[in-house]
């Protein structure tokens, strides 16, 4: 395990403990290394040992990674039991982890492939703060991962759709509930983003829809993971000390126009 240590460069997170989890890929890595460069250390998960292996030597001696599954109670357990060990809180936490399950129309959908999808997806999201909660530092921030296909009506990906929704309407009630600890809390919601989980959701139709979206996206591309790490990283910050319980999209204005 990597040993605990405090930054002492000028970072936006420098000496902040981070947990972010689905870390291993796409959003969730670019978010990891951006978190290590503005000097927090941070704890990662994902559910496959040699893609977490591969991470963790990818971002360095700041990083310290936890096999688990989001949907998991005793994963999270473990989790946050290699957290508390270092005896500092988090002071962010980003739920991350989600998709799964497939797609399918609501007449073909089977209550297995909707527990895998919500489950991961809300579920996971759910309890990955609700375990946090006792080792989350006053002040503490917290990002959800949403996405735009919250707002959608897109035919066969309905538990998805509406995982991301209840994500974003998450968000709305922990600023509630935590606003006494002084805890910010906001959602984060990607547009079309270059990961591995695009290439996945476009298979063959890849260029295609790769083209189509050009057309639809006002910036003229999709996004890359970078772009929602940044975004990440003002939520997480003191950059956004005086927001909370926002949606902050990042879609190249697709969902605006």
Known sequence: MAELMRSD??????GKVAVITGATA????????RF??????VFITGRGQAALDAAVHELGPHVTGVRGDASVAADL????????????????????????????????????????SA????RGTYFTVQRALPLLNRGATIVLISS????????????????????????????????ERGIRVNALSPGP????????FAGERAPDFRMHLTDVIPVGRIGRPEEVASAALFL???????????DLVVDGGMSQV
């Open 77 to 116: 357990d473990r989790l946050y039991a290699v957290v508390d060990e270092h005896g500092r809180g988090i002071d962010v936490l980003v739920a991350n982890a989600g998709g799964g399950g497939g797609s399918a129309v609501v007449a073909d959908m089977t209550p297995e492939q909707f527990d895998v």
């Open 193 to 200: 983003t270059d990961t591995q989980g695009f290439a996945r």
């Open 119 to 122: 489950g991961l997806t809300f």
């Open 26 to 33: 796409g959003i969730g890595l670019a978010t990891a290394k």
């Open 36 to 41: 290590v460069a503005e000097g927090a250390h």
């Open 9 to 14: 460069g000028a970072g936006q997170l420098a």
């Open 236 to 246: 997480a910050s003191a950059e956004s000390s005086f927001i909370a319980g926002i």
């Open 148 to 179: 735009i296909a919250g707002r959608n009506g897109t035919a066969g990906h309905g538990i998805y759709n509406a995982s991301k929704a209840a994500v974003r309407s998450l968000a709305r009630t922990l600023t509630v509930e935590l606003k």
